[in-house]
T-cell receptor, first 112, second 115 residues
C-alpha cells in the first residue's frame, strides 16, 4: 500500500469547514484513498473513500487532485463531536481483504 | 448501517488467565479481523478469517488463537494472559465482494488490562 503523509494536528472552529490534507505521491492506479477517524477510546469509523472523482456522503466530501497525488477531506460544518484522529489510507480498492495500516493521522481539534 | 459489536468495552484480568473476546457482526460479512492498537505502534493485525472455520495469522499471532464457528462471530482467545497483552483490541469485518464500498468496519473496541 502507498505511504501517506498528513499534518500531525489541526484546529478548527465549530461550525466552520475543516479541510484535512493528505499526500500520497506514490499512489498506484488501482489504489483508492480511504479516510477513517477515531474518536478517543473508540474504534475507527469509516468516513469515505474514492478513486479519482470527488465524492460526497452524509459525513464528508473527498477532493482528489487530478494527478491523484494528494487529497483533502472536508467536514463542511465541524462540530465538537468531530474532534478525533483522522487517518488517510491508500490501498487497493474494492475489497476488505488484507490488513489496514494506519499512519500517525491528523489530530483534529474542534473548539467552540 | 454496518454494526460490529464486541462483548466488553473494558476488561481486567490477571496474569495466566484465559481470556475470551467476542465479536459479532450483523452484515453477513465473510471477512473478519482482530487487531490490537497500542500508543506509538498503531494498528497491528493479529488474526483474520475469510470464512467459517478458516483463519489466517496476521503480523502478531503469538499468544493468541481465534475461533470462527459461525459466520457472524469471531472470537479472540488469549490462552494465558500476560501483562504485555494489555491493549485496545479491535474487531473489524468486511465483505468479500469486490464492490465499490468494500472496506473494513470496526467495533467499539475492548480495552484489556492484564494485572
Amino acid at each position: 500500500d502507498a505511504k501517506t503523509t498528513q499534518p500531525p494536528s489541526m484546529d478548527c472552529a465549530e461550525g466552520r469547514a475543516a479541510n484535512l490534507p493528505c499526500n500520497h505521491s506514490t499512489i498506484s492506479g488501482n489504489e483508492y484513498v480511504y479516510w477513517y477517524r477515531q474518536i478517543h477510546s473508540q474504534g475507527p469509523q469509516y468516513i469515505i473513500h474514492g478513486l479519482k472523482n470527488n465524492e460526497t456522503n452524509e459525513m464528508a466530501s473527498l477532493i482528489i487532485t487530478e494527478d491523484r497525488k494528494s487529497s483533502t477531506l472536508i467536514l463542511p460544518h465541524a462540530t465538537l463531536r468531530d474532534t478525533a484522529v483522522y487517518y488517510c489510507i491508500v490501498r487497493v480498492g474494492g475489497t476488505s481483504y488484507g490488513k489496514l495500516t494506519f499512519g500517525q493521522g491528523t489530530i483534529l481539534t474542534v473548539h467552540p | 448501517d454496518v454494526k460490529v459489536t464486541q462483548s466488553s468495552r473494558y476488561l481486567v484480568k490477571r496474569t495466566g488467565e484465559k481470556v475470551f473476546l467476542e465479536c459479532v457482526q450483523d452484515m453477513d460479512h465473510e471477512n473478519m479481523f482482530w487487531y490490537r492498537q497500542d500508543p506509538g505502534l498503531g494498528l497491528r493485525l493479529i488474526y483474520f478469517s475469510y470464512d467459517v472455520k478458516m483463519k489466517e495469522k496476521g503480523d502478531i499471532p503469538e499468544g493468541y488463537s481465534v475461533s470462527r464457528e459461525k459466520k457472524e462471530r469471531f472470537s479472540l482467545i488469549l490462552e494465558s494472559a500476560s501483562t504485555n497483552q494489555t491493549s485496545m483490541y479491535l474487531c473489524a469485518s468486511g465483505s468479500a465482494g469486490r464492490g465499490a464500498k468494500e472496506t473494513q468496519y470496526f467495533g467499539p473496541g475492548t480495552r484489556l488490562l492484564v494485572l
